[in-house]
């Protein structure tokens, strides 16, 4: 029988032995990831709604970091047709939903900037 506590990205496990030795697992805390992940929109291709997720790490392991996150959505031409993020998030999952219902069918670009990191997503709006 043992006992486990869960702090922030670690769990640690205490196993009852006759020695004083104590068992410690590193997992990770649910909604953090330890690397940058942009998903596909789902539903693609759409009409005139979708959702797109990302995730923000938490690099220091228990630490919540802050980080510029900008989402932006580019016609075919690379106009800049809307701005969806441009602020600072904490770690963690983010889903945005869009609706594109002004905007005429076509393939859109949903380009996503954090500090380190950039990511293009090609999506297709069809009426």
């Known amino acids: 029988m043992y006992k486990q506590l869960q702090f922030y990205t670690f769990s640690f496990i205490f196993f009852p032995l006759s020695s004083d030795f104590v068992g410690i697992e590193s997992q990770p805390a649910v909604g953090f990831s330890n690397s940058y992940t ?3 929109n789902y539903r ?3 009409n ?3 959702n797109i997720k990302f995730q923000i790490p938490c690099l220091a392991g228990w630490q919540v970091n802050f980080e510029f996150v900008a989402l932006k959505i580019y016609n075919l031409q ?4 809307a701005t969806l993020v441009s602020v600072q998030l904490r770690s963690g999952s983010y889903k945005y939903e869009w609706d594109a219902a002004v905007l005429p069918s076509g ?3 949903d380009h996503f900037t954090f500090e380190d990191f950039t990511r293009t997503i090609k999506m297709l709006l069809v009426r």
Do not use: H
Not at 78 to 81: K, L
């Open 38 to 40: 942009l998903e596909q």
């Open 44 to 46: 693609n291709p759409f």
């Open 48 to 50: 005139p709604i979708t």
């Open 78 to 81: 690379g106009q800049e047709v």
């Open 107 to 109: 393939v859109y670009f």
